[in-house]
């Protein structure tokens, strides 16, 4: 796709329907709600290796210290101001490198979103399909800017929040369906697709996080695994709907292929 295309597209975006949008998220998630739960597991096995090596340390650290400025007297706040920063440092670059890992295994998963779209065999190694050098430097290139843009949202009070979260939600999908966009037209194809349906998609946001969460926790907890992924399902079919995709794909030559050796 080029980038006259796309905004020629977002610029004469049809009209969409809530419920329409609504119902295909659901349809979707039907037959993606397996590959959900498997993702929610990978992200979750990645995760809590990240935490305990993380604070272990830290627990057993502060418990020898405080043991130590009982016996000696010690003043604790000296011990408390250097491991700080230095704890402080260590989990600022542990949350990026594991936040830009779950965000190529959640593009991953948006990238089978469209594939199981178009009723294409996935198999579970496509979570892993953006794990290469070029694609991960551009996520963390992008979680950088989430982070940034969300910092200066929050200082600049709670209103701002509420409008960034819907071009934010829409980078993943940029990416995850156009990885060869540059990081900058990524962020800015974000934003004109988020600011031409802005209410609409924060209403469908809200209202896929808000079951999603309820449901989950309905099912005693462990069901927040299957439902958490449908949030990306509106935001995915709003893409599809406002930009889409090039007529032709290599799945579809060769299904074409396919049918004409038939």
Not at 45 to 74: C, E, K, M, N, R
Request: hydrophobic fraction near 55%; glycine fraction near 6%; charge should be positive.
């Amino acid at each position: 796709m080029t980038e006259t295309y796309i905004k020629e597209r977002i610029k004469s975006a049809p009209q969409l329907d809530f419920g329409t949008i609504f119902s295909e998220s659901i349809d979707l998630f039907k037959k993606s709600i397996v590959h959900g739960f498997v993702m929610q597991l990978i992200v979750m096995i990645a995760t809590i290796p990240f935490f305990l090596i993380l604070y272990v340390p830290l627990i057993v650290s502060i418990s020898q210290q405080s043991d130590v400025t009982q016996t000696t007297g010690t003043d604790y706040s000296q011990f408390l101001s250097g491991f700080s920063i230095l704890s402080l440092v260590f989990f600022l670059v542990g949350v990026v490198i594991i936040g830009t890992l779950v965000m190529a295994i959640r593009v991953g998963f948006i990238r089978m979103l469209k594939m199981i779209d178009e009723d294409v065999d996935i198999s579970t190694k496509e979570l892993f399909y953006f794990f290469k050098g070029k694609y991960l430097f551009k996520l963390f290139l992008l979680l950088l800017i989430t982070i940034l843009i969300g910092s200066i949202a929050m200082l600049l009070f709670i209103l701002p929040i509420f409008y960034v979260i819907v071009p934010i939600s829409f980078m993943m999908v940029v990416f995850a369906l156009n990885p060869e966009f540059t990081t900058g037209e990524i962020v800015k194809f974000s934003f004109l697709l988020g600011n031409k349906k802005w209410l609409i998609s924060f209403g469908l946001i809200i209202v896929a996080t808000v079951l999603s969460s309820l449901i989950g926790f309905v099912l005693c907890g462990i069901g927040i695994l299957f439902t958490a992924p449908f949030v990306y399902h509106p935001v995915y079919i709003i893409y599809k709907k406002v930009v889409g995709f090039e007529e032709i794909t290599k799945n579809d030559d060769f299904r074409n292929s396919l049918k004409k050796t038939n």
